[in-house]
T-cell receptor
């Protein structure tokens, strides 16, 4: 079973920031938070991951709370092409641990 | 392009047919995975291979038979499938930590069993 909880769906206006929350209250010390997204009928796309510090890349920012029990993925300027299902996954990095997917959040970006 | 290539992209097969799905990556990854995604359901992990050895089989029926001849190639052999096996089959690969551990996915094979 997935160890994260996400809202089933969210809407965001085009050009605004999309903030996608994730709860992972049972995360352990060696587990990272990963975010992927899946645009309709395509393979999941890696977005970002982090352990405890906030992370930023060209796609998004990841904010992790100090207690690590929740995190937020931020798409700073959402576009229509960001419409997808977003998955928050906890996974340890000690070996080739497979990703276990939950139901994710369906983000709809509206013009 | 993620560097993980799956073929074919689409496949229609009868219940008595035998077919194979192929996945390859040249990212230097040593773990490869098969996932199944049925309509409106989350991705389900099927098989895991580490260094060509199968390390996980999530109670997958024997009509699905994986093969990993080397760290760059992964196959899923299909025989006597059922209509409920129609789904998107996804392959992924990764390497162990601590750096560059993200898994990359192929675009999937859309399988229809008739």
């Amino acid at each position: 079973d997935a160890k994260t909880t996400q809202p089933p769906s969210m809407d965001c206006a085009e050009g605004r920031a999309a903030n996608l929350p994730c709860n992972h209250s049972t995360i352990s010390g060696n587990e990272y938070v990963y975010w992927y997204r899946q645009i309709h009928s395509q393979g999941p796309q890696y977005i970002i991951h982090g352990l405890k510090n906030n992370e930023t890349n060209e796609m998004a920012s990841l904010i992790i709370t100090e207690d690590r029990k929740s995190s937020t993925l931020i798409l700073p300027h959402a576009t229509l092409r960001d419409t997808a299902v977003y998955y928050c996954i906890v996974r340890n990095n000690s070996g080739n641990t497979p990703l276990v997917f939950g139901k994710g959040t369906r983000l709809s970006v509206i013009a | 392009e993620t560097g993980v290539t799956q073929t074919p992209r689409h496949l229609v097969m009868g219940m008595t047919n035998k077919k194979s799905l192929k996945c390859e990556q040249h990212l230097g990854h040593n773990a490869m995975y098969w996932y199944k995604q049925s309509a409106k359901k989350p991705l389900e992990l099927m098989f895991v291979y580490n260094f060509k050895e199968q390390t996980e089989n999530n109670s997958v029926p024997s009509r699905f038979s994986p093969e990993c001849p080397n760290s760059s190639h992964l196959f899923l052999h299909l025989h006597t499938l059922q209509p409920e096996d129609s789904a998107l089959y996804l392959c992924a690969s990764s390497r162990p930590g601590p750096m560059n551990t993200e898994a990359f996915f192929g675009q999937g094979t859309r399988l229809t069993v008739v």
